[in-house]
Nanobody, 117 residues
């Protein structure tokens, strides 16, 4: 059974940083692209970043490029998202997901990030 569990969210001041983690189980982690998506209050899902199975290729939405960094540790079945230079508009629930083709077939439960002074 596939499980994805995010952690690391919390309250941070504008300009601050947070590190999110997503631990996966139930599938061969190193053979899949992983993705991070967020949902701000009252808004739809926003794709943030993908990382390919080796970790050598990463992709970012323009809204987070240069501020967020995705990485993975295949030995630990974990994908990370480092959030820097946070803005109030980054307030959202952050989800990791396993990619299947062009879709995401399994999701974590999310971790909440609140950026506020």
């Amino acid at each position: 059974q596939v499980h994805l569990v995010e952690s690391g969210g919390g309250l941070v001041q504008p300009g601050g940083s947070l590190g999110l983690s997503c631990v996966a189980s139930g599938f061969t982690f190193s053979t899949y692209t992983l993705t991070w998506v967020r949902q701000a209050p009252g808004k739809g899902l926003e794709w943030l970043s993908d990382i390919n199975k080796s970790g050598r290729s990463t992709y970012y939405a323009d809204s987070v490029k240069g501020r967020f960094t995705i990485s993975r540790d295949n030995a630990k079945n974990t994908v990370y998202l480092q959030l820097n230079s946070l803005k109030p508009e980054d307030t959202a629930v952050y989800f990791c997901a396993k990619k299947w083709g062009t879709s995401n077939d399994y999701w974590g439960q999310g971790t909440r990030v609140t950026v506020s002074s």
